[in-house]
């Protein structure tokens, strides 16, 4: 099928091979998209990435997509609200149900249970771990497991809170790509000014 056209709100980049289909991520911050997205292409996906709910909820209005990364706390429309204008869209229209899953910074007691509430299948906390975010999407798109997955639990020290570059951490995410190492970094440092 031929790739839709983009809008200033909605990019799409496409990953080395597809996995299982095309997936929307919904996130408000430049730096963490471009991340997200270097993440899910290194994992082989093709990824639409949408800057905010409202972005997302017109991007999933318009395709089909394997699963869509939302994240909770956007401005206008935050990610709660456009999981429920997306699951009203989709019973409107008789349409099968996208998997979402959320994603936050901020994770709380409770959290997980709320997104559920609001029609989320899935949950996962920044700093996306690709460990974590490939268990949650298998556990939500029901994928046979895989024994490349650590499923151990992942601890956040004081240190994962503060704003630091770990050039040996970005390195791996990237594949070893300096090139995209190079654009991370820049990108924070912009994100900073």
């Known amino acids: 099928a031929p790739p839709r ?17 095309e997936l929307l991520v919904v996130e408000d911050n ?28 017109a991007a999933a209005a318009d395709g089909a997509y394997a699963a869509i990364i939302m994240d909770l706390a956007m401005p ?4 709660l ?12 229209r008789g349409a099968q149900r996208t998997p979402i899953i959320a994603m936050t910074a901020h994770a709380a007691s409770g959290d997980r249970e709320v997104c559920l509430a609001a029609g989320m299948d899935g ?3 920044k700093p996306l771990r ?9 556990h939500v798109l029901q994928w046979p497991a895989t024994p490349t997955v650590d499923d151990s639990p992942e601890e956040t020290t ?4 503060s704003f630091q570059i770990d ?14 190492l190079a654009v991370i970094v820049s990108a924070s440092i912009q994100e900073l000014d």
Do not use: C
């Open 81 to 92: 609200e456009a999981t429920r204008a997306i699951r009203a869209m989709e019973r409107e």
């Open 167 to 180: 050039r040996d951490r970005i390195l791996d995410l990237v594949g070893g790509d300096e090139e995209s």
């Open 5 to 21: 056209a983009s809008s200033p709100a909605v990019s799409q980049t496409r990953g080395l091979a597809q996995r299982s289909g």
């Open 130 to 138: 690709r460990p974590a975010l490939l268990a949650e999407m298998q």
């Open 123 to 125: 949950y996962v906390s």
């Open 158 to 161: 004081p240190a994962e809170t």
């Open 30 to 57: 430049k730096l963490n998209r471009r991340l997200i997205g270097i993440l899910l292409e290194r994992m082989g996906y093709t990824v639409t990435m949408a800057h905010d709910g409202r972005a997302g909820v």
């Open 76 to 79: 206008e429309l935050d990610g």
